[in-house]
């Protein structure tokens, strides 16, 4: 059973406006969370990560939210860019770790 | 510095054969990590090293996989025989076995290699 979930397998977002990728997660044990990256024929990347003891982290024009009660996660990137066109991938991490991938979410930023 | 460095890049094999993948880390990285990802599927763990010992291996299909990390660096994934439904991209990753939760979660990752059996 997939314990990560993107719901959004696609996003289409103007250039300039704002992105907003979503996460949810079913294990109450995961404690920190991580958005991976990923253009074709390369790997993820890290992006942003955040503990579960915080509600947001911020890092340039990336920040995630994090919604513990709801189990829910979001990375919000303003202003968009073309550049940033790719596969997003949230992911949690248990006690022992061990990282759990969503199914990713596609975002193209139109010029 | 040098990234996760993984060969081959592609392989397509027949059924049956076997198969190997090389992997690289990080240099000073302790920790290795080895990933399938499906297609329009995330990253799902295959195996976990902290230096030569193979610490999680409980998502390994043992029967016709194996995997080695000799000396603690370097890591060797082998498939015998392969079958059509192993046609995936298998990925590495390394990352720091550092005392620090944000260091040792954020994993580096190579480019992959993607197989197809068929």
């Known amino acids: 059973d997939q314990q990560v979930k993107q719901n959004s397998p696609s996003l289409s977002v103007q250039e300039g406006r704002i992105s907003i990728l979503n996460c949810d997660y079913t294990n109450s044990m995961f404690d920190y969370f991580l958005w991976y990256k990923k253009y074709p024929a390369e790997g993820p990347t890290f992006l942003i990560s955040?503990?579960?003891?915080?509600d947001k982290n911020e890092d340039g024009r990336f920040t995630v939210f994090l919604n513990k009660s709801a189990k829910h996660l979001s990375l919000h990137i303003v202003p968009s860019q073309p550049g940033d066109s790719a596969v997003y991938f949230c992911a949690a991490s248990d006690w022992a770790n061990n990282l759990f991938f969503g199914t990713g979410t596609r975002l193209t930023v139109i010029p | 510095e040098a990234g996760v460095v993984q060969s081959p890049r592609y392989k397509i094999i027949e059924k049956k054969q076997p198969v190997a993948f090389w992997c690289n880390p990080i240099?000073?990285?302790?920790?290795l990590y080895w990933y399938r990802q499906n297609l329009g599927q995330g990253p799902e763990l295959l195996i976990r090293?902290?230096?030569?010992?193979?610490?999680?291996d409980s998502q390994l299909p043992k029967d016709r996989f194996s995997a080695e990390r000799l000396k603690g660096v370097d890591s060797t994934l082998k498939i015998q025989p392969a079958e059509l439904g192993d046609s995936a991209v298998y990925l590495c990753?390394?990352?720091?076995?550092?005392?620090?939760?944000?260091?040792?979660?954020?994993?580096?990752f190579g480019a992959g290699t993607r197989l197809s059996v068929l």
């Open positions: 240099s000073g990285h302790n920790t």
């Open positions: 955040i503990s579960s003891i915080k």
């Open positions: 990753a390394s990352s720091l076995d550092g005392t620090q939760r944000e260091a040792k979660n954020i994993q580096y």
């Open positions: 090293y902290e230096n030569e010992e193979a610490v999680d």
